[in-house]
């Protein structure tokens, strides 16, 4: 098991709501990257914080949005939740050096159903 | 940006055969290639990547070709047992200060007894 976990392990919530989720990086990790995994898909790169700045942003709209703190532990907001937003979200820890991000060990994931 | 294509969506071996997936991927600048097995209701878990300037990489029953010309990777799983049994995912990324995944859709790999 990595040492990355994330809160809650599930959430429902309804349509047009606001959801807050949680990732503590590995220890000695600098850097979270945040993924969708629709039922049956692969994982869909939301964005990536790397010092406590957004560092790369997948095709997600703007009410995705995220926060990296100075212990490098991550937050996930989602606006105005739809329908489509209902997917296991998972955060990814890594270590930069140099401007290079390493190999990328994933959370539990939180299971977010919107009705 | 990168599309990562990922064949077979199922695959059924018996236990002891090998198992093969294939993901060709399209931007001739991804330079790293990781392989994650997901278990139903699992974390995905790296199993092997391997680097652009490596044509295979191996460890124990698992290996990973790439050939750069032809944009294309696989995964080679020898002597399977029930226990490998699960969600396969490729990825690719390319270099640069976001190294952001594009996986696969998957394979469900089933090992039957």
């Known amino acids: 098991e990595t040492g990355v976990t994330q809160s809650p392990t599930h959430l429902i919530k309804t349509r047009g709501q606001q959801v807050t989720l949680r990732c503590s990086s590995q220890?000695?990790?600098?850097?979270v990257s945040w993924y969708q995994q629709a039922l049956g898909q692969g994982p869909q790169f939301i964005f990536q914080?790397?010092?406590?700045?957004?560092?790369g942003r997948g095709n997600f709209p703007p009410r995705f949005s995220g926060l990296q703190f100075p212990n490098y532990s991550s937050e996930l907001n989602v606006n105005a939740l739809e329908l489509d937003d209902s997917a296991l979200y998972l955060c990814a820890s890594s270590s930069s050096l140099r401007g290079l991000i390493n190999e990328q060990f994933f959370g539990p994931g939180t299971r977010l159903t919107v009705l | 940006g990168e599309n990562v294509e990922q064949h077979p969506s199922t695959l059924s071996v018996q236990e002891g055969d090998s198992a093969v997936i294939k993901c060709t991927y399209s931007d001739s600048a991804s330079n790293y290639f990781p392989w994650y097995k997901q278990e139903l209701g699992k974390r995905p878990q790296l199993i092997i990547d391997i680097r652009s300037n490596v044509g295979e990489k191996k460890d124990q029953r698992i290996a990973v070709t790439l050939n750069k010309t032809a944009k294309h990777f696989s995964l080679h799983i020898t002597e399977t047992q029930p226990e490998d049994s699960a969600v396969y995912f490729c990825a690719a990324s390319r270099s640069g200060s976001a190294r952001q995944l594009t996986f696969g859709s998957g394979t469900q790999l089933t090992v039957l007894p």
């Open positions: 914080y790397y010092r406590e700045e957004e560092n």
């Open positions: 220890s000695g990790h600098n850097t």
